[in-house]
């Protein structure tokens, strides 16, 4: 019984941990690559990668079978990461573009292992009798906002003390030194298992009705907003407005902290409508305000609108499934569209903000401009006419 008592905390400390680190890292990749580089674009490649890896490598490794990795293995392989960005931060590689790209897919790779294995872990605490499903989906979602919320005001923090190479040496020697220390308490299991999937007899066929095509739309632009702001904001703050990066890892802590409350506070509901025009308002504010403490009050604002549209959305998308197959279907289809999106949108937007387009003034009407485009498919899934069936069987 102690000893259940004792692995609980420590589960989700070390999802905080991993998730703070990890944050971290992308924190300060972001804010260098613009300061030291000056291109937008290859901020939105880094972003881009870091999100688009980990799917591409689960839906290719997904096809031939199904890896479970054991917190230790993870561990190591975590160990191997961050010895090996630690590595290139003594070199001059991670000056050049080829070295910001190399350590986002080190990132977008251990993301992959990361999240998938916590994931399943989390599973098993409920399997093991640790704690229950609902109490085991709070305490995990708890435990990565807060790791969100302060590995980005970490990083914000260290960028502004050090330089790249350190800063990156400092948030890699203390993984590595954190992860070494998980190893050697011991308890965890290091078996890995490999298992082939089983032929399957296929399932009927299903379709999606517009409704629902247009409710996943709007989540995948609830991606596209995500990925704006990881991109056009740091330009805005870094080369518009002047301001430090620590006042970026707080804005972006803060937007966590926000979408944390909306999550842990059911009774505090916005309508569509509302969430919409509050997300439009706290994106002019964040952009075009000069005053520090109304972009952070906007940036938390913003946070907790999203992730209250978000769980609407959600739940509309788990009432419209008539069947656990269907329910398979929508939510393949929903993660597919919101992941490409949300990967495709630092690039796309930060191509716009080259010296050849628009410049870096245009960071202000993309971010608006990605607010108003959210709040038209709002729009238009409300009026749309809905069908006698959202999912049919073919």
């Given amino acids: 019984m102690n000893n259940n008592k004792v692995a609980l905390p420590a589960f989700y400390t070390i999802v905080t941990l991993f998730t703070g680190l990890d944050m971290a890292i992308v924190i300060a990749m972001v804010w260098f690559g ?26 290719y490794l ?26 290139l931060s003594l070199t001059q590689a991670a000056l ?9 897919f080190l990132v977008g790779v251990t993301d992959y292992f990361t999240i998938s294995t916590l994931e ?70 290091a078996e890995v298992s490999a298992v082939s999937q089983p032929g399957s007899s296929p399932a009927p066929a299903v379709s999606l009705g517009s409704q629902l095509y247009l409710l996943i739309v709007v989540l995948s632009l609830i991606g596209f907003h995500i990925g ?43 309508g569509s409508y509302a969430a919409v025009a509050l997300i439009v308002v706290a994106d002019v504010a964040i952009v075009y305000f000069a005053n520090p403490w109304a972009v952070l009050t906007a940036a938390c604002v913003l946070g907790f609108c999203i992730n209250s549209l978000r769980i609407q959305l959600r739940r509309q998308l788990i009432e419209a499934a008539p069947d656990a197959h269907a329910a398979d279907l929508i939510a393949a289809r929903s993660s597919l569209y919101y992941l ?12 716009f903000t080259t010296h050849a387009m628009l410049g870096f003034e245009g960071a202000r009407a993309l971010m608006v401009a990605a607010a108003l485009l959210l709040g038209s498919a709002v729009l238009l899934r409300t009026r749309w006419p809905a069908p006698r069936a959202a999912v049919a069987a073919k």
């Fill in 34 to 59: 613009l300061q030291a580089t000056g291109s937008t674009f290859l901020v939105g490649a880094t972003l881009c990668i870091a999100t688009v890896v980990p799917y591409a490598l689960e839906q």
């Fill in 62 to 87: 997904g096809r031939y079978f199904t890896v479970g990795l054991s917190m230790k293995r993870l561990v190591y392989i975590r160990l191997a990461v961050f010895l090996a960005i630690l590595g």
């Fill in 96 to 104: 050049m573009p080829v070295g910001f790209l190399g350590i986002a």
């Fill in 120 to 189: 399943s872990q989390n599973t098993k605490q409920v399997l093991a009798g640790r704690t229950n499903s609902d109490t085991s989906a709070r305490l995990m979602q708890t435990a990565i906002q807060i790791g969100a919320f302060g590995g980005a005001m970490l990083g914000g923090v260290i960028v502004d003390v050090f330089p790249l190479n350190q800063t990156l040496q400092f948030i890699a020697v203390a993984a590595i030194a954190s992860l070494s220390a998980i190893a050697l308490v011991g308890g965890i299991s």
């Fill in 228 to 270: 704006a702001f990881n991109s056009l904001v740091p330009i805005v703050f870094q080369k518009l407005n002047g301001w430090h990066a620590t006042l970026f890892g707080t804005a972006s802590g803060l937007a966590g902290l926000g979408a944390f409350c909306a999550a842990v506070l059911p009774r505090v509901r916005l």
């Fill in 340 to 351: 490409l999106v949300s990967g495709a949108a630092p690039m796309l937007l930060t191509l």
